[in-house]
């Protein structure tokens, strides 16, 4: 179910990221890189849309618990972006730009959805 959320959650907002060209296909470390990245400011949104200050102390336990995966994530996707001609810097950036128009192109509802699936994560 954790990794079924978690799916759901990145693949949501990797979408049009994806569409652009094909990615390659990523490390179990390099997911949870893409994770951490894409979950920091999915909880700030989540922070403010439900008035709830736990979203950023449940990233930051959550953080804490797959510090080894997200820092080993780290360094294979730099040299995976960078094989694939890219710079780190601008993925990382398409990225929290994916997250913060899927955030904006959504209604209450889904923001809401988001929100419960994140904290479940979190919490599991």
């Not at 979408?15 to 470390?29: F, G, H, N, R």
């Not at 920091?40 to 930051?60: I, M, T, V, Y």
Request: glycine share 4%; net charge negative.
């Amino acid at each position: 179910m954790k990794s079924l959320l978690a799916i759901i959650l990145v693949a949501s907002t990797f979408q049009t990221i994806a569409a652009e060209k094909v990615q390659p296909s990523y490390s179990a470390d390099e997911m949870v890189f893409i994770q951490s990245v894409m979950y920091q400011p999915l909880a700030k949104f989540c922070n403010r849309e439900n008035s709830d200050l736990s979203f950023q102390g449940d990233f930051k336990s959550w953080q804490k618990k797959n510090q080894t995966s997200i820092n080993h994530g780290a360094e294979d996707f730099a040299l995976t972006v960078e094989e694939g001609g890219q710079r780190v810097e601008r993925v990382i950036k398409m990225l929290i730009h994916q997250v913060e128009a899927d955030w904006g192109g959504s209604t209450v509802d889904n923001r809401s959805e988001k929100c419960q699936q994140l904290k479940q994560l979190f919490n599991s």
